[in-house]
């Protein structure tokens, strides 16, 4: 079946670094979207990219969508405490409404 | 702002038991999905549907039905609760895109009921 990896699973970054999570989909994926869920909270929707190559911008948060439309990444610059949580990817199965979750990575920032 | 509200934060229930969890949302959104989280798994998807009275099994339904009789209300039963049914049971609804996918505005996820199996 379809699959969206996510790498790293885990990170701990000192505050002010950098951070980075990437998704990885065992087939092309028509779009992705990006959620963020606070420690105790739900998924709440961050970005979409529809795009081949797409690149967007919120803030410190720097999303991309892969040529080949297959993976993408979360970069995040400077990393603050309030970035605390777990960040999911999700890809939409194409023909469908239905979107795969990645893993998750679950970022913690050191103050 | 789209509100998902489900019925229970915390629920405790007995092995065998038949559990009804409930989720309402307020935007008149067509799509609405139940899905499970657990740690290092991610969000699996368990029923969605995409309009009233329809619904369509996701990568985890066994164990698992569901109602749409409403619009606005998705019921997910677990038809005879299993201690590997504990888990968080999230659901989230969206809005139809217009065909191309680029009006999709991404799910909106409920608070979460957290579902104990003893």
């Known amino acids: 079946g379809q699959q969206v990896m996510q790498i790293p699973q885990y990170q701990h970054v000192q505050e002010g670094e950098d951070f980075t999570t990437y998704c990885n989909s065992s087939t092309t994926l028509s779009n992705i979207q990006w959620y963020k869920q606070r420690p105790g909270g739900h998924p709440v929707f961050l970005i979409q990219l529809v795009k081949s190559g797409e690149v967007k911008k919120q803030k410190r948060l720097t999303f991309q969508f892969g040529e080949a439309k297959k993976n993408s990444s979360l970069h995040i610059t400077a990393t603050q405490t309030t970035d605390v949580g777990t960040y999911f990817c999700?890809?939409?199965?194409?023909?469908?409404?239905?979107?795969?979750f990645g893993t998750g990575t679950r970022l913690k920032v050191l103050a | 702002d789209v509100k998902v509200t489900q019925s229970s934060r915390y629920l405790v229930k007995r092995t065998g038991e038949k559990v009804f969890l409930e989720c309402v949302q307020d935007m008149d959104h067509e799509n609405m999905f139940w899905y499970r989280q657990d740690p290092g798994l991610g969000l699996r998807l368990i029923y969605f549907s995409y309009d009233v009275k329809m619904k369509e099994k996701g990568d985890i339904p066994e164990g698992y039905s569901v109602s749409r009789e409403k619009k606005e209300r998705f019921s997910l039963i677990l038809e005879s609760a299993s201690t590997n049914q504990t888990s968080m049971y999230l659901c989230?609804?969206?809005?139809?895109?217009?065909?191309?996918?680029?009006?999709?505005?991404?799910?909106?996820f409920g608070s979460g009921t957290r579902l104990t199996v003893v």
């Open positions: 999700a890809g939409r199965v194409s023909g469908t409404y239905k979107y795969i």
């Open positions: 989230a609804s969206s809005t139809r895109s217009r065909g191309d996918f680029s009006y999709d505005y991404g799910y909106t």
